[in-house]
């Protein structure tokens, strides 16, 4: 079993949202959540091969999409980092 790869963290982020608004249709099933990401920073982990040391910039969103099972999420995050 030796030669399977290991997992490590890479990144670390801390992020602040803000409210989430609920845009769609909840009735057709089809509602969508949209949280804005209004502060955070992204680092990379000791060890990890690219350094990274960034803030967000402006205001990201977190798009989140519920299937009408309501047994699934997906997530669609958009920011900006310098």
Same mark, same amino acid.
């Given at each position: 079993? /030796?030669d399977?790869p290991?997992?490590?963290? /890479?990144?670390h982020? +801390? #992020?602040k949202?803000g409210?989430?608004l609920?845009?769609?249709?909840v009735?057709r099933?089809?509602?969508?959540?949209?949280?804005p #990401? +209004? @502060?955070g +920073? #992204?680092?990379? @982990?000791t060890?990890?091969a690219? @350094?990274?040391? !960034?803030?967000?910039k !402006?205001i !990201? *969103?977190d798009?989140?999409? *519920?299937?009408? +099972?309501?047994?699934?999420?997906?997530?669609d995050a958009? /920011?900006?980092? @310098?």
């Amino acid at each position: 079993m /030796a030669d399977f790869p290991k997992t490590q963290p /890479a990144l670390h982020m +801390t #992020i602040k949202i803000g409210l989430p608004l609920l845009v769609g249709s909840v009735s057709r099933g089809t509602p969508l959540t949209v949280v804005p #990401i +209004t @502060e955070g +920073t #992204i680092r990379s @982990e000791t060890g990890f091969a690219v @350094e990274l040391d !960034g803030t967000f910039k !402006g205001i !990201g *969103n977190d798009y989140i999409h *519920n299937d009408p +099972t309501g047994k699934h999420m997906r997530l669609d995050a958009h /920011a900006v980092i @310098e």
